[in-house]
């Protein structure tokens, strides 16, 4: 199979107009060659793979079925909506995915109509659709809402919430559970098939109704009895007794990659009266490509591919990467405390917390798309003596913000938190960027936030994690591999709030905050060319501020720079108002900060993205050098 493999059904489809002018007997050829632009696709760009390829039938037949984008299609995430893109009017384009100024890797409002929510993090799907559905239903006009949720996306609380409102919506209102994972369905066939198109079909649904209206004029004790064993019947055949506990109508389970057994079920269930319904498709991860069946974990997320081999591309050897350090350290850690243990949500191998669990798997907790309950959870570890470190990303520990003010910090407990994927991430872009974390934690009493600058002061910051009982402490890192240090042998525990020095000077100051340290040394070589001796400083500690280190460097620098990888109200806000609340602020000092900028940076290369957020060396230079000139009038002389 080439880059362009040869798909002369799907040449004829730009959008879903065109997919709905198809035969039904074609759809199965058009599957096919939608199968393979994906894998080719994705061969050149890397990206989600396994979770397109098990939904390549279920979004044909969507398509098919439904009049998108007049009906709104909510994928949950959006990492499996590549087919979707390629129906939608963006094929020309799909080998862009996740590159600068290409397709997003996930659904998003400004690119297609037929994105009508966005989305990457998880659960969100049936409440956004239930809001497209009783939108239309309060304002009279025609639509249907479509939420496409995985099994593991279920995990999560505010799927159940949002199931909770869906009457609201009636009809209009369709969810479609993509079981792929979870094993919650009994073996789909014939008979499944059958029952799932008899309970859905106009005739059942009408049948049932009648039935419903004959009770109803009964006794109001018979009609009950009757409800509760029609309910009953149906859900201990099909499974779907939850699903009608919260109010909707069940139908399935049916195999998503039979065409023949989607599409008249999805007829069935457009044309209903009855609803809201669950649709419960069944799909395999990676369906159609051989190593993506084969190997569902390694193949959700891919780089650069060979399409006939299956063979990814490798990362030439190097540093160790970040979570693998955290979760490492960790382990050894928990050698000799047995208080020690791991919390994470449904991101074991992406935190580290995979090697934690294999040398401590009773002590290791994988709580699902739960961050929220990740959280309390840890706090009642806390609260009982143990040492619970928290392993979320940034962009998640967000989900759960009430439970780390509520739970947490109101009640200065010492729950770990290890942050990773803090800063920017390269092609997940703006949805999985860690952005906002020393923000939204350095502003709460009790807590103490730090930032690593590089591996080996990431394995000293757990041991602090590990042994600081005052209250809750964070420590957040990149996304990706170390600089190269050498990782040390004993981790220290660092002095809570005290900095370090890793270069001297005394006319320009640079006071970083976690991993823009390289670049802060690279400004100062530069700097120091120029005649303008620069001091380097690792913060180490967002809260509390080193205010020693930060007076005498203030006092003794004519310009100082913050800069950090995090948005505005991080470090940078911190120093300001203690500067000022010192009263250390004069004419004579420029006190410069570099943050994240006031925006959300779509998907490029890493090296991109901090141009574009104006945090590398030469960026730092120029802040400097700008400074200086304004303090001189426009001449930048060196200090003798």
Same mark, same amino acid.
């Given at each position: 199979?080439?880059?362009?493999?040869?798909?002369?059904?799907?040449?004829?489809?730009?959008?879903?107009?065109?997919?709905?002018?198809?035969?039904?007997?074609?759809?199965?050829?058009?599957?096919?060659?939608?199968?393979?632009?994906?894998?080719?696709?994705?061969?050149?760009?890397?990206?989600?793979?396994?979770?397109?390829?098990?939904?390549?039938?279920?979004?044909?037949?969507?398509?098919?079925?439904?009049?998108?984008?007049?009906?709104?299609?909510?994928?949950?995430?959006?990492?499996?909506?590549?087919?979707?893109?390629?129906?939608?009017?963006?094929?020309?384009?799909?080998?862009?995915?996740?590159?600068?100024?290409?397709?997003?890797?996930?659904?998003?409002?400004?690119?297609?109509?037929?994105?009508?929510?966005?989305?990457?993090?998880?659960?969100?799907?049936?409440?956004?659709?239930?809001?497209?559905? !009783?939108?239309?239903?309060?304002?009279?006009?025609?639509?249907?809402?479509?939420?496409?949720?995985?099994?593991?996306?279920?995990?999560?609380?505010?799927?159940?919430?949002?199931?909770?409102?869906?009457?609201?919506?009636?009809?209009?209102?369709?969810?479609?559970?993509?079981?792929?994972?979870?094993?919650? %369905?009994?073996?789909?066939?014939?008979?499944?098939?059958?029952?799932?198109?008899?309970?859905?079909?106009?005739?059942?649904?009408?049948?049932?109704? /009648?039935?419903?209206?004959?009770?109803?004029?009964?006794?109001?004790?018979? #009609?009950?009895?009757?409800?509760?064993?029609?309910?009953?019947?149906?859900?201990?055949?099909?499974?779907?007794?939850?699903?009608?506990?919260?109010?909707?109508?069940?139908?399935?389970?049916?195999?998503?990659?039979?065409?023949?057994?989607?599409?008249?079920?999805?007829?069935?269930?457009?044309?209903?009266?009855?609803?809201?319904?669950?649709?419960?498709?069944?799909?395999?991860?990676?369906?159609?490509?051989?190593?993506?069946?084969?190997?569902?974990?390694?193949?959700?997320?891919?780089?650069?591919?060979?399409?006939?081999?299956? =063979?990814?591309?490798?990362?030439?050897?190097?540093?160790?990467?970040?979570?693998?350090?955290?979760?490492?350290?960790?382990?050894?850690?928990?050698?000799?405390?047995?208080?020690?243990?791991?919390?994470?949500?449904?991101?074991?191998?992406?935190?580290?917390?995979?090697? /934690?669990?294999?040398?401590?798997?009773?002590?290791?907790?994988?709580?699902?798309?739960?961050?929220?309950?990740?959280?309390?959870?840890?706090?009642?570890?806390?609260?009982?003596?143990?040492?619970?470190?928290?392993?979320?990303?940034?962009?998640?520990?967000?989900?759960?913000?009430?439970?780390?003010?509520?739970?947490? =910090?109101?009640?200065?407990?010492?729950?770990?938190? %290890?942050?990773?994927? %803090?800063?920017?991430?390269?092609?997940?872009?703006?949805?999985?960027?860690?952005?906002?974390?020393?923000?939204?934690?350095?502003?709460?009493?009790?807590?103490?936030?730090?930032?690593?600058?590089?591996?080996?002061?990431?394995? #000293?910051?757990?041991?602090?994690?590990?042994?600081?009982?005052?209250?809750?402490?964070?420590?957040?890192?990149?996304?990706?591999?170390?600089?190269?240090?050498?990782?040390?042998?004993?981790?220290?525990?660092?002095?809570?709030?005290?900095?370090?020095?890793?270069?001297?000077? #005394?006319?320009?100051?640079?006071?970083?905050?976690?991993?823009?340290?390289?670049?802060?040394?690279?400004?100062?070589?530069?700097?120091? =060319?120029?005649?303008?001796?620069?001091?380097?400083?690792?913060?180490?500690?967002?809260?509390?501020?080193?205010?020693?280190?930060?007076?005498?460097?203030?006092?003794?620098?004519?310009?100082?720079?913050?800069?950090?990888?995090?948005?505005?109200?991080?470090?940078?806000?911190?120093?300001?108002?203690?500067?000022?609340?010192?009263?250390?602020?004069?004419?004579?000092?420029?006190?410069?900060?570099?943050?994240?900028?006031?925006?959300?940076?779509?998907?490029?290369?890493?090296?991109?993205?901090?141009?574009?957020?104006?945090?590398?060396?030469? #960026?730092?230079?120029?802040? !400097?050098?700008?400074?200086?000139?304004?303090?001189?009038?426009?001449?930048?002389?060196?200090?003798?």
């Amino acid at each position: 199979m080439s880059d362009s493999p040869s798909t002369p059904l799907l040449d004829t489809v730009a959008t879903p107009v065109d997919l709905r002018r198809l035969k039904p007997e074609q759809l199965r050829q058009l599957a096919d060659e939608l199968r393979a632009e994906v894998i080719a696709a994705v061969g050149v760009t890397g990206g989600h793979l396994g979770s397109g390829l098990g939904v390549v039938e279920l979004t044909t037949a969507i398509h098919y079925v439904f009049d998108t984008p007049r009906d709104r299609l909510v994928w949950d995430v959006g990492h499996q909506c590549y087919p979707h893109k390629i129906l939608t009017g963006r094929r020309d384009r799909i080998r862009t995915l996740r590159m600068g100024g290409g397709l997003s890797g996930f659904t998003k409002r400004s690119e297609s109509e037929y994105d009508p929510f966005g989305a990457a993090h998880s659960s969100t799907s049936i409440s956004a659709a239930l809001g497209f559905a !009783v939108a239309n239903k309060l304002a009279g006009t025609p639509g249907k809402a479509i939420a496409v949720i995985g099994d593991g996306a279920m995990s999560a609380g505010m799927a159940y919430e949002a199931m909770n409102n869906a009457e609201a919506a009636g009809n209009r209102l369709i969810v479609i559970l993509n079981d792929n994972d979870m094993s919650i %369905a009994p073996p789909v066939g014939g008979l499944s098939a059958y029952l799932a198109r008899m309970v859905s079909s106009s005739e059942y649904l009408g049948l049932r109704s /009648f039935a419903k209206k004959i009770t109803r004029r009964l006794s109001r004790r018979v #009609h009950n009895a009757a409800e509760k064993a029609e309910e009953f019947t149906r859900g201990w055949v099909t499974g779907g007794t939850l699903f009608e506990e919260l109010g909707f109508y069940y139908v399935g389970p049916i195999d998503g990659h039979n065409l023949d057994h989607l599409i008249p079920v999805l007829e069935n269930v457009r044309d209903s009266e009855q609803g809201p319904i669950l649709v419960h498709v069944v799909t395999k991860k990676g369906k159609g490509y051989a190593p993506a069946e084969a190997s569902a974990d390694k193949y959700h997320g891919v780089q650069k591919f060979d399409v006939i081999t299956g =063979a990814q591309a490798k990362a030439p050897p190097g540093p160790p990467a970040y979570q693998n350090v955290f979760g490492e350290t960790l382990a050894k850690l928990a050698e000799t405390d047995d208080r020690i243990c791991a919390i994470t949500a449904a991101m074991p191998s992406g935190t580290g917390v995979d090697k /934690f669990a294999k040398a401590h798997p009773d002590r290791a907790f994988d709580v699902g798309i739960a961050e929220q309950h990740a959280v309390t959870f840890a706090a009642g570890l806390a609260a009982q003596g143990m040492r619970p470190f928290c392993a979320i990303y940034s962009t998640f520990l967000q989900r759960a913000y009430d439970q780390v003010v509520h739970d947490v =910090a109101i009640q200065n407990l010492p729950v770990r938190f %290890a942050i990773d994927r %803090a800063g920017l991430v390269g092609a997940d872009g703006a949805t999985h960027a860690g952005s906002f974390d020393v923000t939204y934690l350095a502003t709460l009493p009790n807590f103490v936030v730090m930032a690593a600058a590089d591996e080996a002061e990431l394995v #000293h910051m757990v041991k602090t994690c590990a042994e600081h009982d005052a209250g809750p402490i964070a420590v957040r890192y990149p996304r990706g591999n170390g600089v190269g240090v050498p990782l040390p042998e004993v981790p220290q525990v660092l002095e809570i709030g005290k900095g370090r020095v890793v270069r001297e000077g #005394h006319k320009v100051a640079i006071l970083s905050l976690g991993t823009r340290l390289g670049e802060a040394l690279k400004a100062a070589d530069a700097l120091d =060319a120029r005649g303008l001796s620069t001091t380097v400083a690792d913060l180490r500690f967002a809260k509390p501020l080193d205010e020693a280190l930060i007076r005498r460097l203030l006092a003794t620098h004519e310009v100082c720079v913050t800069i950090e990888e995090g948005a505005i109200g991080g470090l940078g806000a911190h120093v300001l108002t203690y500067a000022s609340d010192e009263g250390l602020i004069d004419a004579g000092l420029k006190l410069r900060t570099m943050r994240l900028p006031d925006t959300f940076q779509d998907q490029d290369k890493p090296e991109l993205q901090y141009d574009e957020a104006g945090l590398n060396a030469q #960026h730092i230079v120029d802040t !400097v050098l700008k400074a200086l000139r304004h303090n001189s009038g426009g001449v930048v002389e060196a200090r003798a």
